[in-house]
């Protein structure tokens, strides 16, 4: 089985805090109802940066000024493009396309392995292949191995 490549983003706050989504319960998708990072699949021919500011731009009409890569995470289903993008986040000014919510979690919330929804107030889980990659992230296990990429404002 070919393996599905996607581009993740890690979105830190200042104060470490991770930003997340609520995926879609009710969508034919891998994990819905869990919690997970913003990002999505490459299409034919996309580099990874291309596809990891396509898929913010339309998931949030972020546009990230720096995006660092820390590494790719294999899972026997996908090859995750991880990247980290750090900055301040305002949660008023992101507008959500996809996704039932999101919200922004301390390192600790989110190696609980359940989130609680701002927007809903229920609990849903951590997409468990997600959680095992933030695990990494958390513990400082990737290092910042290509630098840093700097984007244009475009």
């Known amino acids: 089985m070919e393996k599905t490549v996607a581009a993740v983003a890690v979105i830190r ?35 990874q940066q291309n596809a990891m500011m396509r898929e913010l731009k339309e998931e949030l009409e972020l546009v990230p000024s720096i995006l660092w890569k820390l590494a790719d995470f294999e899972h026997p289903k996908w090859l995750l493009n991880c990247f980290l993008i750090e900055m301040k986040i ?7 396309h996809e996704g039932a919510d999101l919200g922004l979690f301390t390192d600790e919330e ?15 889980p951590v997409c468990p292949p997600l959680l095992e990659l933030f695990q990494k992230v958390a513990q400082n296990q990737f ?5 840093a990429v700097a984007l244009s404002q475009t």
């Open 90 to 96: 305002d949660l008023g000014a992101l507008i959500l």
């Open 13 to 47: 706050s200042p104060e470490g805090k991770t930003l997340w989504q609520l995926r879609d319960g009710d969508k034919p998708i891998d994990y819905p109802g869990h919690w997970g990072l913003f990002g999505g699949g490459l299409k034919p021919g996309e580099g």
């Open 143 to 147: 290092l910042r191995f290509s630098g």
């Open 110 to 124: 989110v190696l609980s392995g359940s989130l609680t929804s701002p927007k809903f107030q229920t609990s849903h």
